[in-house]
């Protein structure tokens, strides 16, 4: 009977290693990402038009909250970073690290600008502050041009595309200013609601 023992042992190894494999490939897949892998698919998709990776890449929270959709972001997109076609050759720095976020400093072989902002949101994943990260490319890339504050720049264009507001690096939100420069509408909103 060694050879029923010799299949068995086989099948069992390689039972084993099927398993392994398997469990492997389930955590690459649906493991929740690092905030550098965030960062480079977001400079990806920043440098190849992707705007629903940017999307995917925000947390659920400032998707609801700020009504964010593939469109509004490629729309904002479309009228700062994108609007002489998309970037490349990027060269990040990283920023100063902190607990729970990340930023990048990201720059362009044709001088333009952004900075990636990624946030731990309490429910331990670690998220694309999208409307950061857009903040900051108005601030690079608009504001040298006109004669108006970032802020109220950013948040013309975001009510001009249907984003109502702006989630901070504290996490905090804020509505966009009413207008006629003074303090936010409805002043700032909290992140616990």
């Not at 398993?19 to 690092?34: E, N, Q």
């Not at 952004?114 to 108005?138: C, M, N, R």
Request: glycine share 10%; no cysteine; proline share 7%.
């Amino acid at each position: 009977m060694p050879g029923i023992r010799g299949s068995r042992k086989k099948a069992a190894f390689w039972s084993a290693a099927g398993a392994a494999v398997l469990a492997l490939l389930l955590y690459w897949l649906f493991a929740p990402l690092s905030p550098s892998a965030i960062m480079r698919r977001s400079v990806h998709a920043l440098e190849t038009g992707d705007s629903p990776t940017l999307y995917s890449l925000a947390s659920p929270d400032e998707v609801k909250r700020l009504h964010l959709s593939p469109q509004n972001i490629e729309s904002m997109l479309a009228a700062t970073l994108w609007r002489n076609g998309h970037p490349s050759d990027a060269t990040i720095t990283p920023g100063d690290l902190v607990a729970d976020q990340d930023v990048w400093y990201v720059k362009w072989a044709d001088g333009r600008r952004a900075s990636i902002f990624v946030l731990e949101d309490p429910d331990g994943h670690w998220y694309l502050l999208v409307t950061l990260t857009l903040y900051s490319i108005v601030d690079r890339e608009v504001y040298r041009t006109v004669d108006d504050p970032t802020r109220r720049y950013y948040d013309a264009l975001a009510r001009k595309y249907g984003i109502d507001g702006v989630r901070w690096q504290d996490g905090t939100y804020s509505a966009p200013l009413d207008g006629h420069g003074g303090g936010p509408a409805g002043g700032p909103v909290s992140a616990g609601g």
